[in-house]
């Protein structure tokens, strides 16, 4: 059985850094490309950042480049998610995804391609 577990949201001050982490079992990590999303309530699920599978490959949603760093460790089966920072705007609940097959822009920014998700971990900035 596959498990995404997530760590690392909490309360934070608007300008603030949080360092999220996610852990994968059940399924070989690096054969799967990660991506962070998030979503706020009445809101769709939206792209964050994603990774592909050595690590070599990010590509981030425009708001968050230069200010979000998405990183991952084959080696301890975990993906992260360095945000600085932080936007009111941004509060969300974060979530982590594996997906496996082909990495591209169009496919890795839309949720419905991925194949595994995590619980979630609320991140709230504060103004």
């Known amino acids: 059985q596959v498990q995404l577990v997530e760590s690392g949201g909490g309360l934070v001050q608007a300008g603030g850094s949080l360092r999220l982490s996610c852990a994968l079992s059940?399924?070989?990590?690096?054969?799967?490309?990660m991506g962070w999303f998030r979503q706020a309530p009445g809101k769709e699920r939206e792209f964050v950042a994603s990774?592909?599978?050595?690590?070599?490959?990010?590509y981030y949603a425009d708001s968050m480049m230069g200010r979000f760093t998405i990183s991952r460790d084959n080696a301890k089966n975990t993906v992260y998610l360095q945000m600085n920072g932080l936007k009111p705007e941004e509060t969300a609940v974060y979530y982590c995804?594996?997906?496996?097959?082909?990495?591209?822009?169009?496919?890795?920014?839309?949720?419905?391609?991925?194949?595994?998700w995590g619980q979630g971990t609320q991140i709230t900035v504060s103004a």
């Open positions: 995804g594996a997906r496996i097959g082909l990495w591209s822009a169009a496919q890795i920014t839309d949720h419905h391609t991925y194949n595994y």
């Open positions: 059940g399924r070989t990590f690096s054969s799967c490309a």
């Open positions: 990774i592909n599978w050595s690590g070599y490959s990010t």
